[in-house]
Every structure is written in structure tokens, then in C-alpha cells.
């Protein structure tokens, strides 16, 4: 079955950096594009990301364009989001998706960006 594990995520500092990987399995994951959404307590879940199952192509939200960069490991079946000046604004629960005939998710990893 279809399995998006996430990890990483915490505390960080204004203008901090982190890095959170989703690792997937039950799918073939060179074929897929992989997303990357947030969601704000209270707010609906924004789009963040998203990378071709090469990983040659990515797309991001305005706000985050030229911050995070999304990547991709093929040989590792894993996904990453890299984010960079990190701000308050900044902190929600991050989630992977993919969708394979229906809408997978990741568990979900908080990040928090507090002095």
C-alpha cells in the first residue's frame, strides 16, 4: 500500500533553515509528481511545491519562491523540502502528497519558527 513517512521539522529560529524528508513506498516513485503542502492552524491546506518525477521540473507558491527548494532522490524513493529564512509566518504542519487514482498523505510534520 501506498506510504509517504515523514520526519524531520521542530523548532527553528527566525531566518533558520530546515530540511524535511518524505520517504515513500507501494508505488513505482520515478513515475509520480510529488507535492508538498502546509497547513496553518484554523486555515485550509496551501500548496507549497512540486517536483516531475525526474525531479528536472518544480513549481512553488509565490510566497515560498526563491526560500525552499524542493527536491528529489529516485534512488532513495524520498522527496525534500529545503527551506531557507525560515519566519514566523512560516510555521504550520507540512504535509507530502502524492496522488496515485486518489490523494495520499504524509503524517505531517510541525514546524515552528519562534525566536
Known amino acids: 500500500q501506498v506510504q509517504l513517512v515523514q520526519s524531520g521539522g521542530g523548532l527553528v529560529q527566525p531566518g533558520g533553515s530546515l530540511r524535511l524528508p518524505c520517504s515513500a513506498s507501494g508505488f513505482i516513485f520515478n513515475n509520480v509528481i510529488m507535492y508538498w503542502y502546509r497547513q496553518a492552524p484554523g486555515k485550509e491546506c496551501e500548496f507549497v511545491a512540486d517536483?516531475?518525477?525526474?525531479?528536472?521540473?518544480?513549481d512553488y507558491d509565490e510566497a515560498v519562491k526563491g526560500l525552499f527548494t524542493m527536491s528529489r532522490d529516485n534512488y532513495k524513493d524520498t522527496v525534500y523540502l529545503q527551506m531557507n529564512k525560515l519566519e514566523p509566518e512560516d510555521t504550520d504542519v507540512y504535509y507530502c502528497?502524492?496522488?496515485?487514482?486518489?490523494?495520499?498523505w504524509g503524517q505531517g510534520t510541525l514546524v515552528t519558527v519562534s525566536p
Open positions: 502528497n502524492v496522488v496515485r487514482f486518489r490523494e495520499y
Open positions: 517536483i516531475s518525477p525526474n525531479g528536472e521540473l518544480t
